[in-house]
């Protein structure tokens, strides 16, 4: 099959499968949360933990605010919550009432943790440096919640436990398919 060789990126969607992972903060007794698909581990030492946030997002500027954030992973059963909290702005609406999201408290920040993620991290901010029309904000995670059943014991997602959420773009959800893992030690 030939290849298109262009340089319109337009959105440059072919990186996609992405992990639809939930971003909490809370500033001034104010919540809010939004799905991000832009983000990453970067550092095992510090624990370090990137995310892509436009400034215009109400939750930037609440965690402009607060220093911290949570990165919450939910599974495909929950993408409708994806769907909701990525799709309006928490500047004139609470979030957490208007779609009744049940949270867990948190033991090292002011983050809500989401009752329905199969992990969370809680992160302080420690760096935020900005890239075209998103800023990367990178957290030091300083706490780590998780569902024990739904990982190995070196801390590897067991697929038939758990299907984590991914996104394809804006708008399409798939999972894993768990007949696909296999193991290939390093080398071959
Ligand atoms: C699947 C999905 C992925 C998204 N990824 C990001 C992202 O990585 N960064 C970002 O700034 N916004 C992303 N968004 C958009 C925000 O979630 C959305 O604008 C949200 O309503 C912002 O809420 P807030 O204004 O309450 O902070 C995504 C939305 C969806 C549905």
Redo the contacts with the bound molecule.
């Keep these: 099959m030939a290849k298109i060789i262009t340089e319109s990126t337009g959105k440059f969607g072919q990186h996609y499968p992405?992990i639809?992972a939930i971003?909490t903060a809370s500033a001034h007794g104010k919540d809010?949360?939004?799905?991000?698909?832009?983000?990453s581990a970067i550092s095992y030492n510090p624990p370090l933990y990137g995310?892509?946030?436009?400034p215009?997002?109400?939750?930037?500027?609440?965690i402009m605010e607060s220093n911290e954030f949570g990165i919450n992973f939910i599974p495909l059963d929950k993408s409708l919550l994806?769907?909701q909290?990525?799709?309006?702005?928490?500047?004139g609406?609470n979030?957490f009432q208007k779609f009744n999201i049940k949270t867990e408290e948190p033991i090292k920040t002011g983050v809500p943790i989401l009752k329905e993620a199969y992990a969370t991290y809680e992160c302080k901010l420690v760096d935020n440096t900005t890239y075209g029309d998103?800023a990367w904000l990178v957290g030091k995670i300083i706490a780590i919640h998780f569902l024990e059943e739904c990982f190995t014991n070196q801390q590897v997602l067991n697929p038939s436990k758990i299907n984590p959420l991914l996104?394809l773009?804006?708008?399409h959800?798939v999972t894993l398919d768990n007949n696909s893992l296999h193991f290939i030690g390093k080398g071959g």
């Design positions: 992405k639809a971003i809010n949360l939004m799905t991000a698909a832009w983000h995310v892509a946030i436009s215009k997002r109400f939750i930037y500027q609440l994806a769907a909290v990525g799709g309006i702005s928490g500047r609406t979030k998103h996104c773009g804006t708008e959800y």
